[in-house]
Each structure stands twice: as structure tokens, then as C-alpha cells.
């Protein structure tokens, strides 16, 4: 199977929008409402940002939103905020195995 | 509170077999809808999914890696153990254990732990 299509790399300034994109196929993120995102800050374990597609968990403040269209899912960080320059990954159930494939992941830098 | 901790060896030979134990609290494994996981992150490099476990001993590979890896659970003890067969340097790199969610979502990590596989 292979990894999800994450962009390298992402930059912001304070207070702006930025999108991060997550591609893959009709196997996984085109074909199931699983996608989830995950934020990584050096040295330091994922965190759980968005699941099945859109949803935060608790604690996750609401200048984090996703969504999906085609084989194609999203990541948004609206407010753009100096704590939120990390690593993002995303990751999506794959019939392909039964299993999970993530991205890349995308470096984003707030300027 | 839910936590999840690796243990294993830092160090390992090529060709060698690796063991990794996952000890979490706070969730039982024999709730329906529990799994637990393990991914690992080579250094500079990207998350790789490798194994899981339901609570109903549903099991799931990286197709990838699948000949190499057993996973396997301990409901009494609320523990997960990996083992990873013919450790190759490339294998280096932190592992995460982690509970999932039916629909795969990685909802708790624990620290990971890093290890180097070197002669």
C-alpha cells in the first residue's frame, strides 16, 4: 500500500489560513469517512487533531477543522497561532489491507 | 486518565529479533471497540503503521511487514507485546504503542521508545 500524498511543506503567517491536502484513492480516503490528522511537535508524540474526517476530539480548539471531497481530504488551521508550527500527518482506513496508511506528512511554518 | 508505555531493549543486532511491550492504563482491551497499535518513526522521517489488536484478537499487518511481525495481547496484565523479527539497520527508529478506535483513529500515544538496530 502506498503512503498517502501530503505537501512537504506549508507556511502561514500569524492570523492567516492555511490548507494542508491529503491524497490517496478510492481504497481509502476517497472510499471510507476515516480520515483522522494528527500534529507533531519535535521530540514529541502525535497528537489526535481531527477523526473520521472532520470531528475533534475534546480539547482541540475550533480553528481546526477538516473535510473531504473525492480522494482528496483536508486539513485547515484558521488564526493561524505560533504554537501550531509542527509536523502534520494524516492517516485513513485502506481496504487494501483492513489497515491504516498514512501521509507523509507536511511541515508547517508560521512566519 | 489513559497512558500507554513502551518497554523493550535500545539496542539490537542485525538480524536479531526484537520484543516490545506496551503497559497502558486507564482502558481495558476487553472492551468492546478497544485496540491497540504500534507505529514507528524512523529518525527525519515519516509515521509507518505496523500492527494492531482488537479486543476480540482481531489482528492487522503492514502488508509490508506482515512476515516479520507478531502482535499479541495480555488482557489481565493490560499489556500489547510487538515482536519484529530480522532486524535490519533500517528498522531503527522510535515506536509508538497507541490506542485505536474502530474507525483507525489513533487517540492516545504513548511517549515511544527508540530503538537503534547497529552491530
Known amino acids: 500500500q502506498s503512503a498517502l500524498t501530503q505537501p512537504a511543506s506549508v507556511s502561514g503567517s500569524p492570523g492567516q489560513s492555511i490548507t494542508i491536502s491529503c491524497t490517496g484513492t478510492s481504497s481509502d480516503v476517497g472510499g471510507y469517512n476515516y480520515v483522522s490528522w494528527y500534529q507533531q511537535h519535535p521530540g514529541k508524540a502525535p497528537k489526535l487533531m481531527i477523526y473520521e474526517v472532520s470531528n475533534r476530539p475534546s480539547g482541540v480548539p475550533d480553528r481546526f477543522s477538516g473535510s473531504k471531497s473525492g480522494n482528496t481530504a483536508s486539513l485547515t488551521i484558521s488564526g493561524l497561532q505560533a504554537e501550531d508550527e509542527a509536523d502534520y500527518y494524516c492517516s485513513s482506513y485502506t481496504s487494501s489491507s483492513t489497515s491504516v496508511v498514512f501521509g507523509g506528512g507536511t511541515k508547517l511554518t508560521v512566519l | 486518565q489513559i497512558t500507554l508505555k513502551e518497554s523493550g531493549p535500545t539496542l539490537v543486532k542485525p538480524t536479531q529479533t526484537l520484543t516490545l511491550t506496551c503497559t497502558f492504563s486507564?482502558?481495558?482491551?476487553?472492551?468492546?471497540?478497544?485496540?491497540v497499535g504500534w507505529i514507528r518513526q524512523p529518525p527525519g522521517k515519516a509515521l509507518e503503521w505496523l500492527a494492531l489488536i482488537y479486543w476480540n484478537d482481531d489482528k492487522r499487518y503492514s502488508p509490508s511487514l506482515k512476515s516479520r511481525l507478531t502482535i499479541t495481547k495480555d488482557t489481565s496484565k493490560n499489556q500489547v507485546v510487538l515482536t519484529m523479527t530480522n532486524m535490519d539497520p533500517v528498522d531503527t527508529a522510535t515506536y509508538y504503542c497507541?490506542?485505536?478506535?474502530?474507525?483507525?483513529?489513533?487517540?492516545?500515544w504513548g511517549q515511544g521508545t527508540l530503538v537503534t538496530v547497529s552491530s
Open positions: 497507541a490506542r485505536i478506535t474502530v474507525t483507525r483513529a489513533v487517540d492516545y
Open positions: 486507564g482502558f481495558s482491551l476487553s472492551t468492546s471497540g478497544v485496540g
